[in-house]
Nanobody, 126 residues
Framework: QVQLVESGGGSVQAGGSLRLSCAASGYTYSTYCMMWFRQAPGNQREGLAAIDSDGSTSYAASVKGRFTISKDNAKNTLYLQMNSLKPEDTAMYYC????????????????????WGQGTQVTVSS
């Protein structure tokens, strides 16, 4: 059974940094596309970043240059380094696996997800 568990969220002031982690069991990151998305109350889900099996990445314009997606295949863990955080980054953050055959891109949507975690809350205060 596949399980994704996010961690690393918390409360920070604007301009601060956080690193989110997504640990997987029953799933091997090395051969699949992984991504991060977020959702704030009352807002639509927003795709943030994706990383393909070859390490290629894509980012939403809202986070490009501030967020970095990476993975450690040996640890089967996905990361999202978030720098220069802004109050508008406040949301629940989720990692997801993208089904094989779907385009590996930050704007992959729900029908393209195989699995996702329970999320970790990020709160940025001004």
């Amino acid at each position: 059974q596949v399980q994704l568990v996010e961690s690393g969220g918390g409360s920070v002031q604007a301009g601060g940094s956080l690193r989110l982690s997504c640990a997987a069991s029953g799933y091997t990151y090395s051969t699949y596309c992984m991504m991060w998305f977020r959702q704030a109350p009352g807002n639509q889900r927003e795709g943030l970043a994706a990383i393909d099996s070859d390490g290629s990445t894509s980012y939403a314009a809202s986070v490009k240059g501030r967020f970095t997606i990476s993975k450690d295949n040996a640890k089967n863990t996905l990361y999202l380094q978030m720098n220069s955080l802004k109050p508008e980054d406040t949301a629940m953050y989720y990692c997801a696996t993208v089904r094989q055959g779907a385009r590996c891109h930050f704007n992959a949507t729900g029908p393209d997800f195989d699995y996702w975690g329970q999320g970790t809350q990020v709160t940025v205060s001004s």
